[in-house]
Nanobody, 124 residues
């Protein structure tokens, strides 16, 4: 499985960005997908997840109501729409995937495949 993340950039506080993660090399519908981020000097943290069917999502409290994860099976992509961005959202964002059918959400260590990361910088 190969994951290619894109869409990062520089945006002012209050603005929006949409990240995309293109996946290849597997049966797309069998994967649970997630977005994570890592700010300088901080641990990597979970941002949003989407289950294998695309019917269920989960978000970190810090982004709930502002970020939306979605998938487009025809394009083998998962997106993260980020609105009302704040400087605290500045980080490298990574998409991740795992073949996962459990009702329990996978932990970060259980994701098998990772994209290369895309930088998001929010200026105040």
């Amino acid at each position: 499985v190969q994951l290619q993340a894109s869409g990062g950039g520089l945006v002012q506080a209050g603005g929006s960005l949409k990240l995309s993660c293109a996946a290849s090399g597997y049966t797309y519908g069998s994967l649970a997908m997630g977005w994570f981020r890592q700010a300088p000097g901080k641990e990597r943290e979970f941002v949003a997840g989407l289950n294998w069917s695309g019917e269920n999502t989960v978000y970190a409290d810090s982004v709930k109501g502002r970020f939306t994860i979605s998938r487009a099976d025809a394009k083998n992509t998962v997106s993260l729409q980020m609105n009302s961005l704040t400087p605290e959202d500045t980080a490298i964002y990574y998409c991740a995937a795992v073949s996962w059918f459990s009702t329990r959400w996978p932990t970060s260590k259980e994701y098998d495949f990772w994209g290369q990361g895309t930088q998001v910088t929010v200026s105040s």
